[in-house]
């Protein structure tokens, strides 16, 4: 018998309209049958997570077959049912509230389950107030914000404690104690910089938790960021930090004061989607021409960091870094082995070490995205650095415009999650048979109509 396995879907898998949705990096348009287009539609579970879509290919339409607009990870996990794991699909505040209900059987909510995938995105504080217009718009991951019901902080620490209630007697995806520790930013960064200084011999931006107490700092060539954030949501750029008057530090998360690194804003990011500790696809992300945008293409020619550091020297379009024009096939392999081989041996190293303060298996050995800049040493020489690692449920794949790349992530993580499964399950000595609610196969997908 295959798997089944709960997704909660994070509050911002969901948008207001299919306007809004349209304009992010992490919602696809996808042909399915009549049928299935109809009841996905109709779904209480996905409500504001999939919209009637829209085709401007030239190609015609299959027969039988109409476009749906839905968000890129819903988009894996139908992918995913298709390979023999059942699905059931529950919005966020029915698990909340499922959690937070004064029932000391909660559990019991859960036995039919082989494990949860989802919930709430714990790298970012759910309490934060957010100023809309620091968000990405257009071609970004968020342009508007969706409550948790989360907002106090006992809400969050009861949800937290029920969670890892839960975790203790069925394999919950990403594991929320990993999750916590990863949201304090400082811990993650200082890391990076052992195995910079340790293993790759690369160059690495400085960075220190921010001082309210130094009046003599300076702040001139730096930018301050806060923990529990992202998607540049707390962020000071140069020129726009005020010494008489910085951030606070707010319930336990960090402001963190760095080295600007303008190579991020005339460059860009390499961002590699990593699964089972092997790169997948890299995709090259660079700020747009209008305030708060962002533009992306997959990588295909590539450049070693050699030819970089001389192109960069010179005059250069965006388009002579992110999508060069000609090279060798022996060229480009290696401009791939060198980014490939930078990534892998960072994020094998972060994951040895951080299991070992964890004392549990990571998720970045399942799923991550790694992002890179390239940053000058102190002997000149031109390098990859991390500027940061994305894990667990909010990891962006940047699959609009082509839904095979995430497509392509389902078929692989589907086989990688469900040894994780069994491994996870056996661990802890558990073997669960759910009750044959409905039979296996005789659906196309599964949902929690309530």
Same mark, same amino acid.
């Given at each position: ?57 030239? #190609? ?7 476009? @749906? !607009?839905?968000? *890129? %990870? ?7 049912? =298709? ?48 100023? #809309? ?7 970004? @991951? !968020?342009?508007? *914000? %969706? ?7 006992? =809400? ?164 002579d870094i992110m999508d060069p024009v000609g090279g060798t096939v022996a060229e480009r ?118």
């Amino acid at each position: 018998m295959g798997h089944r396995v709960l997704v909660v879907l994070d509050p911002h898998f969901s948008r207001d309209s299919a306007l809004e949705a349209s304009t992010l990096a992490d919602w696809v348009t996808y042909d399915y049958p009549v049928k299935m287009a109809a009841s996905l539609l109709s779904s209480q579970a996905l409500r504001g997570s999939v919209f009637p879509g829209e085709t401007d290919r030239i #190609i015609r339409k299959r027969p039988g077959f109409v476009p @749906v !607009l839905l968000h *890129e %990870k819903l988009l894996v996990w139908l992918r995913i049912q =298709q390979r023999g794991i059942v699905v059931d699909f529950m919005q966020f505040q029915k698990f909340r509230d499922l959690m937070l209900a004064p029932n000391p059987n909660f559990t019991w909510e859960f036995k039919h389950y082989h494990a949860i995938w989802g919930g709430l995105d714990l790298t970012v504080d759910p309490r934060q107030v957010v100023n #809309i217009s620091q968000a990405y718009n257009l071609l970004n @991951v !968020l342009s508007s *914000e %969706k409550g948790c019901g989360l907002e106090s902080s006992s =809400q969050l620490h009861r949800y937290i404690e029920r969670l890892q209630m839960l975790e203790s007697i069925l394999p919950v995806w990403p594991p929320s104690q990993e999750m916590l520790f990863a949201s304090k930013k400082f811990n993650v960064i200082k890391t990076l910089d052992e195995i910079a200084g340790n293993t790759t011999n690369s160059p690495r931006p400085q960075t220190e938790i921010l001082s309210h107490t130094n009046r003599s700092q300076s702040f001139e060539g730096f930018v301050l960021k806060r923990e529990g954030s992202d998607c540049t949501r707390h962020i000071f750029l140069p020129g726009t930090i005020d010494s008489s008057n910085l951030p606070r530090d707010k319930k336990g998360f960090r402001w963190l004061k760095q080295s600007y690194v303008p190579a991020l804003r005339h460059v860009g990011e390499w961002r590699v989607i990593v699964l089972d500790c092997r790169p997948l696809w890299v995709i090259h992300t660079s700020p747009g021409n209008h305030e708060n945008q962002m533009v992306f293409c997959h990588r295909d020619a590539g450049l070693s960091l050699e030819k970089m550091s001389s192109r960069l020297q010179k005059p250069y379009g965006f388009d002579d870094i992110m999508d060069p024009v000609g090279g060798t096939v022996a060229e480009r392999h290696l401009a791939d082995e060198e980014l490939e081989s930078f990534v892998v041996a960072t994020l094998s190293s972060l994951i040895a070490i951080e299991e070992g303060i964890l004392q549990g298996t990571s998720s970045l050995r399942l799923m991550a995205r790694v992002d890179l800049g390239v940053l000058r040493g102190s002997d000149g020489r031109l390098g990859y650095f991390v500027n940061e690692v994305e894990r667990g449920i909010m990891i962006t794949l940047f699959s609009q415009g082509n839904p095979r790349w995430a497509l392509r992530l389902a078929d692989e993580f589907s086989s990688i999650f469900s040894q994780w499964i069994d491994d996870t399950s056996r661990n802890m000595q558990r073997t669960v048979e759910p009750s044959n609610r409905r039979k296996h196969g005789r659906s196309i997908f599964s949902l929690d109509r309530s």
